[in-house]
């Protein structure tokens, strides 16, 4: 069986449908297993063993729509669902099954501040598309299959022995601790701490570690993502925010601590899946949360969520591993 899977964006939502692509190949006999994705998320599927081929968004949606149609699928399997993915499914003329956003809820749960999304994971959910082939959930993490480097080359000596990954960057201001935060909860933990980011955070990572010397490396916006993605698999632990570098680190097997600031897991089912050394923090607030993908400043002014996070469970969860 044929299978062609969609998820063209973003980081997050890109990882969590390894789980998908694995139990296809695993539970669907003789399942040949292609996805769909934009190329900047190409990188999420690079050595990734249950995938037999990888395809890339075209310029124009009827390119895309003609190599689909070239590779004759049996099944559309849709995890992204949007206008887009409606119009390659009816050019197509393939079986398909969507994966159900819950839009309206969420829409909802956002303006009414009401629970109204079912706290039901997002791999759940995609998993829910290929239930009809009979598939069910493998209870096994998201996967990512990393580059091989070398600490040495990207670390200083002093922090090659055992470090804590901060993971600094995110898309949104909202998302993000505040710098002094950070620096204060730097200074409690035992081991040194390896900031990590784009190049949009470099800046934060300048003052942070002009705050605490040796403690702390920049790596922000100086190695690239699959060497960022390396450095998380080998940090004794992670603390990060609600951006894809965090949700990478799920694979890995390492205790996480997870913020939470103007946007919570549940409205998007993205809370930390099958990690069992696990810190989700965030702090109950009216104005909580304000948008589901974050926003570049505080609506009210006062960016409570995160200027007022507690650091010491923090700092206590990290130094205890």
């Not at 669902?81 to 819950?102: C, M, P, V």
């Not at 300048?206 to 698999?233: P, Q, R, W």
Request: charged share 20%; with cysteine.
């Amino acid at each position: 069986m044929k299978i062609l899977v969609i998820r063209f964006s973003s980081m997050g939502d890109v990882i969590y449908t390894t789980p998908v692509v694995r139990c296809l190949k695993k539970q669907v006999p003789n399942a040949e297993v292609h996805f769909l994705t934009k190329p900047a998320f190409q990188y999420i599927y690079n050595n990734n063993p249950y995938l037999d081929k990888l395809l890339l968004l075209k310029p124009t949606l009827a390119e895309t729509i003609a190599d689909i149609k070239a590779e004759k699928y049996d099944c559309i399997i849709d995890l992204h669902n949007n206008l887009r993915t409606a119009i390659i499914k009816l050019r197509a003329g393939i079986k398909s099954s969507t994966y159900k956003k819950y839009t309206a809820r969420k829409w909802l749960s956002l303006k009414l501040n009401l629970k109204l999304v079912p706290s039901t994971h997002l791999v759940d959910r995609y998993l829910k598309t290929i239930e009809f082939l009979g598939v069910t959930n493998d209870g096994k993490t998201i996967d990512y299959y990393v580059g091989q480097y070398e600490l040495n080359k990207l670390l200083p000596s002093s922090h090659q022995n055992g470090f804590v990954a901060f993971i600094i960057g995110a898309t949104h201001f909202t998302k993000r601790l505040p710098n002094y935060k950070i620096i204060n909860i730097c200074k409690d933990l035992k081991l040194p701490v390896v900031l990590l980011g784009g190049k949009d955070v470099k800046a934060n990572g300048d003052e942070i570690t002009a705050a605490l010397g040796e403690k702390a490396y920049n790596a922000c916006g100086v190695t690239s993502l699959d060497e960022s993605v390396f450095l998380v698999s080998k940090a004794q632990s992670i603390i990060g925010f609600d951006t894809g570098l965090t949700h990478i680190a799920e694979a890995f097997n390492r205790p996480i601590v997870s913020v939470w600031g103007g946007t919570v897991p549940y409205l998007l089912g993205v809370q930390p899946y099958m990690v069992k050394d696990i810190l989700v923090a965030g702090i109950d607030l009216s104005c909580r949360p304000c948008s589901k993908f974050g926003l570049e400043k505080c609506p009210l002014g006062h960016f409570k969520c995160m200027n007022d996070m507690p650091e010491e469970p923090i700092t206590s969860f990290v130094n205890s591993r």
